[in-house]
């Protein structure tokens, strides 16, 4: 793994879709959208679902949202019928035409969300549960992280659960679920099956997609400065996104 500050930019897409058939995986947080304060306060542009439509399109449905959101939570910002998509860490993966791909997801079970909502009262931590997760924010209180960290381990060796970081947040999900997996399942599948993948994210989770891709002859496109990282190019930020993917 390199530094992410030295990684030249990506290739001009129009030049990679030129070459062969591409797949775009794209992550939401910090790529799609700026980091905001809470997770319901982020701005979405209006135009981003119809954008990403659109590229979808000219990528002929190789195109697909990995997040670590709840799928509907991520339909509730952006609206996307139509493309395929990955929520909660890849845990659960739906195709554009509605399908779920791979193993049914699983919930946490309801005496881990239990022992959540007691924990973050008492640590004064926000809790965002999921579908198939649950995530203690800490970006208002940077110096509970280690208090975080830690009270999520003790849930997840409890009730056999997996913990990630990323940025102001530690999340709970079960074992196995990550965006390496969602990557492999639609990779699997008409029609990304035989692409070139890459797969465009800033957070460490995002590291298991760009590792997917490197694995089927792909890359990860970093987005700003974290290390380390397994990408191949980095963006500096949020609109160099929308203006590298012409969205
Ligand atoms: O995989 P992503 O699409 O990047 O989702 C990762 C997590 O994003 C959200 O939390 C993060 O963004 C919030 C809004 O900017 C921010 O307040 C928080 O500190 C970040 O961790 C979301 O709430 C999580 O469920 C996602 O897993």
Do not use: N
């Not at 590792?211 to 890359?219: D, I, L, M, S, V």
């Amino acid at each position: 793994m390199d530094g992410a500050s030295d990684l030249p930019p990506p290739p001009p897409l129009a030049r990679l879709m030129d070459e062969c058939p591409l797949a775009l995986f794209l992550d939401f947080d910090g790529t799609l959208v700026e980091i905001a304060a809470t997770p319901g306060g982020i701005a979405v542009p209006r135009r981003l679902a119809d954008s990403l439509q659109m590229l979808g399109q000219r990528l002929d449905g190789r195109l697909a949202l990995v997040t670590g959101r709840s799928l509907e939570d991520l339909a509730g910002h952006c609206p996307v019928d139509g493309l395929a998509c990955a929520g909660s860490h890849g845990a659960a993966r739906r195709a554009a035409d509605g399908r779920e791909l791979g193993e049914a997801a699983r919930t946490l079970p309801q005496a881990a969300f239990d022992a959540l909502h007691r924990g973050a009262h008492e640590l004064g931590l926000a809790l965002e549960t999921k579908t198939h997760g649950a995530a203690l924010h800490f970006r208002s209180a940077p110096a509970k992280g280690e208090q975080a960290l830690a009270f999520a381990r003790e849930v997840a060796g409890d009730h056999d659960l997996a913990v990630k970081r990323g940025k102001g947040v530690v999340e709970l999900t079960q074992p196995g679920a990550d965006k390496g997996g969602a990557v492999r399942e639609f990779l699997r599948h008409r029609p990304f099956a035989g692409s070139l993948p890459v797969f465009i994210g800033d957070d460490v989770t995002d590291e298991d997609g760009m590792a997917a891709c490197a694995e089927a002859g792909g890359f990860g496109i970093i987005v700003g400065d974290r290390t380390p990282t397994a990408a191949r190019y980095r963006l500096p930020d949020v609109p160099s996104v929308y203006d590298w993917l012409d969205l």
